[in-house]
T-cell receptor, first 112, second 116 residues
């Protein structure tokens, strides 16, 4: 089955700087990679996702890149703001099935 | 439109008791998922429904856990003889049809279960 590793576990950046979070996966058949943001006490919210037929996707200050050969994908947040502070989770499908396997999360702190 | 809802938002119970957690998916979503999130961890898959049937229940930790979705909409997660280790946030998610692995999963707010 799928195994997802995420790092770093914590990340602190100055407001306005960029943040990068990386994930690796094990199942070469996986073709969908979502990123969720979870604020304290709230539900996970999808912020961006990427399918395996593209290598990069952007949405304003957020981008995701995918390297299928190396089996890793990354979340890039530019011009970080204090409201970006949260825990971010990457995920990949479980053994080609639709339930997701999540990474352990990255706690991002944006310091004003 | 209305998102995924879960009740109760919090549940405190004593060790050995039985609990039921309810999930109302987004209207029209045929796929429904239960996850469990322990403190400081990512959501962990429990069970997945496609319509009324459990398509994958391989994540249920043991036979004390059971879930149903009798009419293909609302689902109930049932935990018998609760143990302190069952304490966690139980998250429900739904997606359009669950047959294509590109379906976006939308999460509910979760039920925080505390077993004393």
């Amino acid at each position: 089955g799928e195994n997802v590793e995420q790092h770093p576990s914590t990340l602190s950046v100055q407001e306005g700087d960029s943040a990068v979070i990386k994930c690796t996966y094990s199942d070469s058949a996986s073709n969908y990679f979502p990123w969720y943001k979870q604020e304290l006490g709230k539900r996970p919210q999808l912020i961006i996702d990427i399918r395996s037929n593209v290598g990069e996707k952007k949405d304003q200050r957020i981008a995701v890149t995918l390297n299928k050969t190396a089996k890793h994908f990354s979340l890039h947040i530019t011009e970080t703001q204090p409201e970006d502070s949260a825990v971010y989770f990457c995920a990949a499908p479980k053994s080609g099935n639709t339930p997701l396997v999540f990474g352990k999360g990255t706690r991002l702190s944006v310091i004003a | 439109g209305a998102g995924v809802s879960q009740t109760p938002s919090n549940k405190v119970t004593e060790k050995g008791k039985y609990v039921e957690l309810r999930c109302d998916p987004i209207s029209g979503h045929t796929a429904l998922y239960w996850y469990r999130q322990s403190l400081g961890q990512g959501p962990e898959f429990l069970i997945y429904f496609q319509g009324t049937g459990a398509a994958d229940d391989s994540g249920l930790p043991n036979d004390r856990f059971f879930a149903v979705r009798p009419e293909g909409s609302v689902s109930t997660l049932k935990i018998q003889r609760t143990e302190r280790g069952d304490s966690a946030v139980y998250l429900c998610a739904s997606s359009t049809n669950g047959r294509a692995i590109v379906d976006t999963q939308y999460f509910g707010p979760g039920t925080r279960l505390t077993v004393l």
